[in-house]
């Protein structure tokens, strides 16, 4: 271990540090002072967001620096992804805070848990072996089995626990059986040296092929991909709709991250097997994702089946194998945390007196209740519809041309036609807010750090649509040799 090596894992050496230090100061305060763990939480953001601006390496002019024999990487890509995941956690922390207290639940398990998880996201993104994303994976997994647990008196939150636990062990199963093989065909557990395996003596192997099929079923699982999408439902439903917000939006980071290093770095070579297996993956999540969206009058619900058809189109990004697929599909993943942690924030600030909004009923007449809301509801709507303008539009025209370039017209199209098809679901919520009489007069209130954190996450699906083209060049720059 040297210096260096320090210097490159200091955000997840200062992320696991502070994750202690919550778990211990929680030990000598009082309820009431909780806020204080709140605080230590969106610091732990902030320095680990200033030290993987820092980048030493490159100040050396270095387009990538390794670190513990080439098993962790520090790049672009891995450093765009990381800062995005701290803002967006950042935005869980507010939403979760005030949802937490609501529902008598303000604990720092909360915030270890997630921090937990962040780290694991951290090393997800940054792995360059075949042991380092297993261990980012199952600490990312443990701690989300917890979080869906969170709720100790709730049945549903615990039947859908024990589903995420199960079904989770056996797509982790899977993926560790299929790197096994890998390391059988290659002899070796880094990305690198596995391609230069491949390259050398061809791709030609059984048991080379056989390990790609075990892992691209264990890449679906995570990025909730039909028809391995089982669990997003009823985690999504059975879980507290702040543990929902979460796993909704920064884990998606990781999962890409996981599949980009793996399927790019690792088995590049192997691209016309893997792409052939990623676009039924796609068109399955694309197609049944949206169908079964129409159908949901409960939101979590909706936006579970809605994740699944988003993860289609981020595999979409994937399948021609070149850096604009890589750019697009990234600049999704981003796009859709964002979106998604609106969207369950609007969830969170309709929930009152312990009891969550989660039927769409409870949009009815938001408009009527409180205008700058069902305004900020409609854009989050509109983006995820992919209306022009606001940034979801972007993100799906890039992957769908990436699409096109390659030459995959016909995916192109079932992606376009089903685009038109999702939108069904996300105008309904316009016209419950804007058509229909509310079912409740009161008042929706909220502290000033949620009303300006979430007025901000809406303003930013319009915003960040108009002045889109610095982080898409920024996404496009971090996959170009």
């Known amino acids: 271990m040297t210096r260096m090596d320090l210097l490159l894992i200091a955000p997840e050496l200062w992320v696991l540090t ?27 953001l902030i320095f680990a967001a200033i030290m993987t601006l820092r980048g030493d390496y490159r100040a050396a002019g270095e387009a990538s620096a390794l670190a513990f024999n080439g098993a962790f990487i520090r790049d672009q890509m891995g450093d765009m992804l990381k ?3 701290y803002v967006v956690l950042a935005m869980v922390f507010v ?42 994976l199952e600490l990312l997994a443990l701690s989300s089995y917890a979080l869906v647990a969170f709720d100790r008196d709730s049945k549903r939150g ?68 039909a028809p391995f999408h089982m669990w997003v439902p009823d985690v999504y439903h059975g879980a507290p709709v702040a543990i929902t917000l979460f796993i909704s939006s920064v884990p998606k980071m990781a999962a890409f991250a ?23 993956l796609a068109v399955l999540s694309i197609v049944l994702g949206n169908l079964a969206a129409i159908a949901q009058t409960n939101i979590k619900r909706m936006l579970a089946y809605s994740t699944i058809s988003h993860m289609g189109f981020v595999l979409l990004g994937l399948l021609p194998g070149n850096a604009e697929g890589y750019g697009a599909a990234m600049f999704y993943v981003i796009v859709y945390a964002l979106m998604s942690a609106a969207a369950f924030g609007m969830v969170i600030l309709l929930s009152a007196r312990g009891v969550e909004a989660e039927n769409l009923d409870d949009f009815k007449g938001l408009n009527q209740r409180n205008p700058w809301y069902a305004a900020i509801m409609a854009m989050v709507m509109f983006s995820m519809a992919g209306v022009p303008v606001f940034v979801g539009f972007f993100a799906k025209w890039l992957v769908i ?45 909220a502290p000033v750090d949620f009303r300006a954190v979430i007025s901000l996450n809406g303003i930013i699906m319009l915003g960040l649509g108009i002045f ?3 982080l898409i060049q920024i996404c496009m720059s971090s996959f170009v040799a």
């Not at 995420?164 to 059986?177: E, N």
């Not at 093989?181 to 061809?202: E, H, S």
């Not at 192997?205 to 991909?225: E, N, P, Q, R, S």
């Not at 996981?258 to 039924?280: E, K, Y």
């Open 18 to 44: 502070m994750t202690c230090v919550i778990l211990f100061v929680d030990l000598y305060i009082k309820e009431e002072r909780r806020g204080i763990i709140h605080l230590l939480g969106m610091i732990t």
């Open 83 to 85: 800062l995005f995941s």
């Open 95 to 136: 939403y979760a805070k005030f949802c937490l207290r609501q529902f008598r639940m303000f604990r720092a398990d909360f915030y270890t848990l997630a921090l937990e998880a962040l780290l694991g996201i951290m090393l997800l993104i940054s792995a360059n072996s075949l042991i380092m994303v297993y261990l980012g």
């Open 158 to 225: 615990s039947e859908a626990a024990m589903k995420y636990f199960v079904l989770g062990s056996m797509a982790s199963g899977m993926l560790l059986y299929g790197m096994s093989m890998i390391y059988g065909a290659t002899g070796t557990m880094d990305l690198q040296g596995i391609a230069d395996a491949i390259r050398t003596n061809g791709s030609d192997d059984i048991m080379l092929v056989f390990g790609l099929v075990f892992l691209v079923v264990g890449l679906a699982f995570k990025l909730g991909a």
């Open 258 to 280: 996981m599949a980009i290093r793996l399927l790019q770095t690792g088995l590049g070579d192997l691209q016309g097997d893997w792409s052939q297996m990623l676009s039924v």
């Open 401 to 445: 041309k990436a699409a096109l370039d390659a030459g995959l017209m016909w995916l192109a199209i079932i992606a376009v036609v089903f685009s038109v098809v999702g939108a069904f679901y996300y105008i309904r919520v316009f016209k419950l807010m804007y058509f229909d009489e509310p079912v409740s007069e009161s008042p929706i209130e």
């Open 468 to 470: 889109s083209s610095s």
